[in-house]
């Protein structure tokens, strides 16, 4: 025996429509099912039906991605903590629950359609410094550059962020600053990170503004939402460097 | 009608000769280089972000050559190397326990099962060491010892320890190093970068790759893109049996297109199957996840005896259970290669003895592990792992025993290259998974990772410059009738999926071919199912194109015209790899020939009529077998065994 919904999606043709909730019924949905899984029911019955599917990222399907970008029931990627919206599974879900299921909101992540946004201006973030210049064949020795243990473990939990923009989706200011600390945090905290430390807090920083994110006044929605666990400490470290990089200047 | 004809066997014209060593300096002093002046002139066309495209696209751009870059996601950051678990292998013998350049190459033609070339797998294992020193630099956290130096484990049942690893999460860890490369040199206007555009064909001119078309998924466009030369780093075609460890946006177009305009496909029924992945669950089921093959280190795997045996798992005394792997195996017992392992567990599943919906699963079992070690170290060893079980089955394995089944999970097969990684089309370069490449009939654990940074980092931008010395290239504009005639190709056939309007969606043609492919094409493979699967295959193409719904239209992001396109090339795919498994009688690495096994039920190898390359030519009708040769001066050919 199956469960019983009623979805809520949010449908919009494209960026020009001003879009609208529209209410699903479905069947047989077994506990055992994906989130995205029983949204392929759903659209599987849609094509046959004559309908357009609902459009939905996704893409690996194993929570490393960071592709799927659903707000579910109000909180972005559902009810469970530190799970992505492909990773989470109906079993969480009682027969008859009535779920809404809305797109990442944010100014700088425009709705392409349905339930999918354009999340490029991360991109734009990470090009305005979040690397380390070292072009292909300059590098020295791997063990030339020792990093202790402690060092790489906490740059290593920065580092696991996958960009989904979950934090940004969360925030009630839209603001991105756990996706850009986690990659200042990532950086600085390894020895090849240092050269270019400050500049890189600075312009990526400044990027994030002139991508219409809104700025962070700590509310901590971000941490709360990650599937990471990206912590909240980050932001206090970007701040930091922040405010080093304009003594310097 | 033949199912295919001979054609002239092909060389490797590019693979220098002398001392195995020297090779590969050899060829990179052969090669022409291009002024640096000059590179600016020239443009690349990159088809793919993963560890293998979005390397080359960023070192090409250091370089100083002008770039594009193209991905089906919405950023290049989430290419499917982004879920590589294990590990890198790298010959740097930090540990002193006698690893090398020579063991690694050797380790890995064998594990190849002597069916790659030796000139190639060296120089993976020479490049090896620097892509480590590359990485680090970029400041990817590797894990450390307590001392600050970089840590290694063993893997895939060699002997050393030249692992390199991030935690379970190696492979996002180097495509997040080889995407800031990328999107430093999109910051610095070397490389112009084409998110959610997805290839749809290949631009020949006289003979010479020149561009691709590409549609733009959020608007549907139809663009052509010119270049003085493509490289295709699209990866592997798992996602033709539907399910499969890939993300659901794998698939074969780039490289299946090249293959219709010239570029031969090499060894397609290559397939390796991972034995330690989460079974299906219901129907329902879009995707398989892999279980790290770590779990074997402790887990023991077993099955009922009695067929058909439905108690839960914990009231089946001891003496009712088959240890099936250390009953066959004594000397590695859980721990056989990945080959075995699933070939194994499809055989105890086909009498009647698997476990869980469908009879489709074998137990992993920790109950022994947890009493020999305690809860605490196995959690602390398997934590993650247990965790992500959970939330996928919705069961504790401190409490039961684990289900896995084997899944698809790499391909070997892919486009035949020579030494330069150039395909049998000039001018367009191959590398990555999506390349027939360094791994023959299996690869090792750990090697996908190295394999795609070695030729994205280090071998392309060194063997593209003598291609491109050739330059300068005669300028192709849009109105160049092979211009025109690729991208009306391209919406004639948007315009035919879409016009079809049956009653059938993608989804559910995609399905039922990979049910055909993993019950015919799988872990073991019969003359007499390959053939029935030809049949079948073809019937199913036929009604695919008589009766499919594809909803919408172009101009819109419209995932199922996606899906459909992506299915018909699956289609000619998947015909080809029972083609090439039927005529590749021997058993070898992760292609098993039921007829071909020695009298104790083991793959047995036909050196004498085998030890070639099948090289595919596309005709539209029989495809033309080419061999190449493959010799082995270096290694000894010996037969595999694990008992």
Known sequence: MGMKLTLKIWRQKDGADKGRMVPYELEDISPDMSFLEMLDVLNERLILDGEDPVAFDHDCREGICGMCSLVIDGTPHGPQRATTTCQLHMRHFQDGDVITIEPWRAGAFPVIKDLVVDRTALDRIIQAGGYVSAPTGSAPDAAAIPVPQADAHDAFDAATCIGCGACVAACPNASAMLFTAAKVTHLGLLPQGQPERYGRVTAMVAQMDAEGFGGCTNTGECTAVCPKGIPFETITRLNADLLTAARRS | ?643
């Not at chain 2, 972000?49 to 950051?77: I, M, N, W």
């Not at chain 2, 991030?166 to 997040?176: D, E, F, K, Y």
């Not at chain 2, 009493?371 to 196995?378: E, W």
């Open chain 2, 1 to 643: 009608m033949d199912l295919f004809t001979e054609g002239e066997p092909i060389h490797d014209t590019r693979a220098p000769d002398g001392p195995i060593e020297e090779r590969w300096d050899q060829r990179r002093f052969g090669g022409k280089l291009v002024n640096p002046a000059n590179r600016r002139k020239l443009s690349v066309i990159v088809v793919g972000t993963g560890l293998a495209g979005g390397s080359a696209a960023a070192t090409l751009g250091e370089l100083g050559y002008r770039v594009k870059s193209f991905c089906y996601q919405d950023s290049p950051r989430r290419a499917h190397s982004i879920a590589a678990q294990g590990g890198i292998n790298a010959a740097k013998n930090y540990r002193n326990d006698g690893d090398s350049i020579q063991r690694l190459f050797y380790d890995t033609v064998k594990g190849g099962d002597y069916r790659s070339r030796e000139s190639n797998v060296h120089r993976l294992a020479q490049v090896s060491v620097e892509i480590i020193d590359q990485c680090v630099a970029q400041g990817v956290p590797f894990a450390r010892e307590y001392g600050g130096l970089l840590d290694t484990r063993s893997f895939g049942g060699v002997q050393v320890s030249r692992t390199f690893y991030a935690r379970g999460q190696t492979g996002q860890q180097l495509l997040l190093g080889a995407y800031q490369a990328l999107e430093r040199q999109v910051a610095a206007g070397t490389v112009e970068m084409f998110t959610r555009h997805e290839m749809l064909e290949l631009i020949v001119i006289d003979g010479v790759a020149r561009g691709i078309v590409a549609r733009d998924m959020v608007t549907g466009e139809i663009e052509t893109h010119t270049a003085d030369a493509v490289v295709l780093a699209s990866g592997g075609y798992g996602n033709v049996f539907f399910l499969s460890t890939n993300a659901k946006g794998c698939n074969v177009t780039a490289t299946w297109r090249a293959h219709r305009k010239g570029a031969l496909f090499a060894n397609p029924c290559y397939t390796q199957i991972h034995p330690t992945c989460i079974p299906q669950s219901g129907e329902h089921q879009s995707k398989l996840t892999l279980m790290s093959e770590s779990l074997r280190n402790d887990g023991r795997v077993w099955v009922p005896v009695a067929k058909g045996d439905t108690r839960a798992p914990g009231d089946i005394p001891e003496d009712e259970r088959d240890y099936y792997l250390e009953r066959r195996y004594p000397s590695f017992g859980n721990l056989v290669p990945r080959d075995i392992a699933s070939r194994a567990a499809k055989s105890v599943c086909d009498e009647g003895r698997g476990v869980g919906p469908g009879g489709l699963g074998v137990y992993l079992d920790f109950a022994e592990a947890i009493a020999r070690l305690g809860r605490d170290a196995v959690a602390n060893k398997y934590g993650n792992l247990f965790e992500m079980y959970e939330r996928i089955t919705g069961e504790d394995p401190f409490e039961v025993p684990m289900r896995i089944y084997p899944a698809v999970h790499y391909t070997m097969g892919g486009l035949w290259v020579d030494y330069d990684l150039q395909s049998t089309i000039p001018g367009l370069f191959v590398i990555g998974e999506a390349n027939f490449s360094d791994h023959g009939a299996n690869r090792l654990g750990a090697s996908a990772l190295m394999q795609g940074l070695a030729d994205g980092y280090f071998v392309l931008p060194n063997t593209i410059s003598d291609y491109l010395s050739g330059g300068p290239f005669e300028k192709v504009g849009d109105d160049h009738e092979a211009v025109v005639a690729a991208r009306k190709t391209v919406t004639d056939r948007i315009e035919r999926l879409l016009s079809i309007d049956g009653d059938r969606t993608p989804d559910s043609f995609h399905r039922e071919l990979g049910a055909l492919m993993w019950e015919y094409c799988g872990m073991e493979r019969t003359d007499e199912g390959l053939r029935k699967a030809l049949d079948r295959i073809r019937e199913l193409r036929t009604e695919f194109w008589g009766s499919v719904k594809v909803p919408g239209e172009n101009e819109e992001l419209n995932q199922a015209l996606e899906k459909a396109g992506r299915i018909a090339d699956f289609f000619e795919l998947a015909e080809l790899m029972c083609v090439d498994a039927l005529h590749r009688a021997e058993s070898c690495g992760g292609h098993f020939r039921a007829e071909s096994q020695t009298p104790d039920g083991e793959a047995l190898r036909d050196d004498e009529n085998f030890a070639y390359v099948a090289a595919w030519e596309y005709t539209g009708e029989a495809p033309v077998l080419h061999k190449e040769n493959l010799e082995y001066e270096n290694v000894k050919m010996v037969q595999r065994s694990y008992k």
